[in-house]
Structure formats: structure tokens, C-alpha cells
């Protein structure tokens, strides 16, 4: 079984700062996927990136970026320049190329970011 | 394009009593999953569905049961509710089932068990 773990409750940072949530990872599995989740006070999941196992280069969207360490099991997002609109719950999660049957994704517990103005 | 939807919003059930969530998925995505979002909690997987076959399930009792339509819309139902299972349940839908295909979530709904 996989397991996914968010070491930060909560983080609170300046509007126009640079902020880095951590999520490290456990897993047998060679091929995965990672994601990065937003879940805002209106309670809305909305994906923010996704990182494919076999591909070295980190994702980038816009603002958001990842540092994926495959042999660390570490999977960390920054978000430059945060706005208020940042704030929000943001899930870490998981997902194994299975072939056969389904796991689904496997969440973290999450990290509260407040970006204040 | 509408995204995924979900009925109803809020609901309020008693102890003992059964539910029945509902979920459309985005158009031309033939795959439906469910989740259980606990307050101050991470959602917890519960079913994947894909082409009206189960896929997967995840650790949940057999009062949890799940089926998917010929147009890939799909049901949740609960039955013997406890207090418990008063969560906000999330239904996420993906072109495909497995290999990475990325879930798209809908707004869930909030079950309040009394």
C-alpha cells in the first residue's frame, strides 16, 4: 500500500512571496503518477500538477512548479508570487500505473496555506 | 464544457437509514470514482468504476455499494448509516480508468448523519 505524507499542518506566507509545501511519498511501485490538489473554502477539488514517474523534468503551470525527487520519494510544490486566491487546502496525492483493478488516488492529509495580504 | 456535477448539495440523514448520491461526469469521460472526505481530513478512496464494471475498491464495509449507468453517470449508496460516515463525498470522473488519467472533481456533497 502507498502512503503519502504532508509534514506542514499549516503555512502562512506574504501576498507576492515564494512558498514551498512538502509531500514525501512511500512506494514499491516503479511507475506512478503524482498530483497536486486545491481545495479552497467553497470545498471545490481543482488539480493543480501532475508529474509523471518516468519523466525527469519537473512540471511547471504558470505560477506552480514541483521538485520531484524519484529516489527521495519527495514530491515538493512551489508557488511563486502566491495571491490571495492561493489560499487554500492543498492535497499531495498519489497514483499507481496499475494495470489490473484500481487503487485510486491516495491523499495526504493536506496543508493549509494563508496568503496574507 | 460543464464539469463534474453532483446531487444533491447538503443532506441530512438519521442512524440506520440508507442514501443514494448521485454524479455526471464530464462529457465523453467514461470513468467514475468515489471518495470520502472526513473534516480535516485527505479523501479517502472508496470506488472506481469504468464502463459499468467495478475496478477497484477501497477499504469500506459492504454497506458501501456503487454502480455506474450506460451514459457513465453513477451512484453511490450508503445503507445502515452511522454517525460516522457524516462526510463530504467527492466524485471525480477520468477519460479513462488506470494508467495515470487524471481525476477531475466534482463539488461533493455533504452527508450530515444525526
Known amino acids: 500500500a502507498q502512503t503519502v505524507t504532508q509534514s506542514q499542518p499549516e503555512m502562512s506566507v506574504q501576498e507576492a512571496e515564494t512558498v514551498t509545501l512538502s509531500c514525501t511519498y512511500d512506494?514499491?511501485?516503479?511507475?506512478?503518477?503524482l498530483f497536486w490538489y486545491k481545495q479552497p473554502p467553497s470545498r471545490q477539488m481543482i488539480l493543480v500538477i501532475r508529474?509523471?514517474?518516468?519523466?525527469?523534468q519537473n512540471a511547471t503551470e504558470n505560477r506552480f512548479s514541483v521538485n520531484f525527487q524519484k529516489a527521495a520519494k519527495s514530491f515538493s510544490l512551489k508557488i511563486s508570487d502566491s495571491q490571495l486566491g492561493d489560499t487554500a487546502m492543498y492535497f499531495c496525492?498519489?497514483?499507481?500505473?496499475?494495470?489490473?483493478?484500481?487503487?485510486?488516488?491516495?491523499f495526504g492529509k493536506g496543508t493549509h496555506l494563508i496568503i496574507q495580504p | 464544457d460543464a464539469g463534474v456535477t453532483q446531487s444533491p448539495t447538503h443532506l441530512i440523514k438519521t442512524r440506520g437509514q440508507h442514501v443514494t448520491l448521485r454524479c455526471s461526469p464530464i462529457?465523453?469521460?467514461?470513468?467514475v470514482s468515489w471518495y470520502q472526505q472526513v473534516l480535516g481530513q485527505g479523501p479517502q478512496f472508496i470506488f472506481q468504476?469504468?464502463?459499468?464494471?467495478?475496478?477497484g475498491r477501497g477499504n469500506f464495509p459492504d454497506r458501501f455499494s456503487a454502480r455506474q449507468f450506460p451514459n457513465y453517470s453513477s451512484e453511490l449508496n450508503v445503507n445502515a448509516l452511522l454517525l460516522g460516515d457524516s462526510a463530504l463525498y467527492l466524485c471525480?470522473?477520468?477519460?479513462?480508468?488506470?494508467?495515470?488519467?487524471?481525476?477531475?472533481f466534482g463539488p461533493g456533497t455533504r452527508l450530515t448523519v444525526l
Open positions: 471525480a470522473s477520468s477519460l479513462e480508468a488506470g494508467e495515470g488519467y487524471t481525476q477531475y
Open positions: 462529457s465523453g469521460h467514461k470513468s
Open positions: 512506494t514499491s511501485e516503479n511507475n506512478y503518477y
Open positions: 468504476y469504468y464502463e459499468k464494471e467495478e475496478r
Open positions: 508529474q509523471e514517474a518516468y519523466k525527469q
Open positions: 496525492a498519489f497514483m499507481k500505473h496499475e494495470g489490473i483493478g484500481a487503487d485510486g488516488l491516495t
